[in-house]
């Protein structure tokens, strides 16, 4: 089954920029959207971002315009950068794979998630 493994995020200022990587196992790009989720507290597991087989991308819409979701299919790494950062963006990050969809409950592999903490 596909393996994911996040990196890339810490602590930060507000307005400050990160990038946060998923390295997935290969073929994992072709057989299924890549999502990033982010969990705070206490709150539900949504939705960031999510890139499918063909390129295509969705975005929360509290990220628009501020985060970009990319992929490199040569090194199968999934980025997330992120900027302008807020610290209502505090959450462990975490990257699945799965349908092209919203819901978390649709994503089948989840890796074990890297926290980002955004300071005012």
């Known amino acids: 089954q596909p393996q994911l493994v996040e990196s890339g995020g810490g602590s930060v200022q507000a307005g400050d920029s990160l990038r946060l990587s998923c390295a997935a196992s290969?073929?994992?790009?072709?057989?299924?959207?890549i999502g990033w989720f982010r969990q705070s507290p206490g709150k539900e597991r949504d939705l960031v971002a999510a890139?499918?087989?063909?390129?295509?991308?969705h975005y929360g819409d509290s990220v628009k315009d501020r985060f970009t979701i990319s992929a490199d299919h040569a090194s199968s790494t999934v980025y997330l950068e992120m900027n302008n950062l807020k610290p209502e963006d505090t959450a462990v990050y975490y990257c699945?794979?799965?349908?092209?969809?919203?819901?978390?409950?649709?994503?089948?592999?989840w890796g074990q998630g890297t926290q980002v903490t955004v300071s005012s």
């Open positions: 290969a073929g994992t790009f072709s057989r299924y959207t």
């Open positions: 699945a794979a799965g349908q092209w969809a919203i819901r978390a409950e649709q994503y089948y592999y």
């Open positions: 890139i499918n087989q063909r390129g295509g991308t």
